[in-house]
């Protein structure tokens, strides 16, 4: 149990790793390269930058910007591998998606990046897949969620210059909806185990045997005399 546990381990920091790693890389080469931001960014509505929904959240346009996400971006992609494994993979990539599109749709004409959105995603994702489970599970980490970042609260409004707060916003509300459609899809140890006596068919046994009087009856006969 305890080599499966650290299997899992490893693997479900396997994607944190790799995910925050080829983001440092990449911003760290398009500064060395001087390629401009603007040209992997979302700018909503606009066809050219449709691509922007797969690559703006591996730029960002500087080294503050990158180190203030990839701390948050580890620790949401970390839980959700490590608690929510069967639905992990696919929740983290309709939240990357998802936001990316309501970005394009929705925000304001300027140009978006960075992987913040992503992280409101993850965490909205977390906090209320314990809402919506309500397992014991999903719940603690629902609670620890809002306890480290209920803080980032503010970021879903429009109280800063040059902060995409659409990006936080549409990546809550993505977390929101991809939280309430993988909702059913439980862990192993999100399903209620039956107690034992559950498990124990009651063996009901009749009050008489029905042979007794067939038994009775025969013997009866036999030791009739005629």
Known sequence: MAQYDRNHLRSALLVPVVVV???????????ILLVPAQLFSVLPRDIHYLTGILTSPFVHGGIGHLLSNLLPLFAGLGVIMLFYRRVAIKSILSIYILTGVFVWLFAREVYHIGASGVV??????IFWSGIFRRSLKSIMLALVVMI???????????VREGVSWESHLFGVVAGVIIAFLMRKDKEPDEIQ????????????????????????????????YF
């Not at 790693?21 to 500064?31: D, N, P, Q």
């Not at 409101?120 to 994702?125: A, E, K, Q, R, T």
């Not at 480290?148 to 429009?158: K, T």
Request: charged share 25%.
């Open 21 to 31: 790693f080829l983001i440092a890389f990449l911003h760290f080469l398009r500064v």
């Open 120 to 125: 409101y995603g993850l965490i909205s994702f």
């Open 148 to 158: 480290l970042y209920s803080g980032m609260l503010i970021g879903v409004f429009p």
């Open 193 to 224: 185990k039956p107690y034992d006596w559950e498990l124990i068919e009651e063996k009901k046994e009749p009050f008489f045997d029905p042979g007794t009087f067939d038994d009775t009856k025969d013997n009866r006969y036999t030791n009739s």
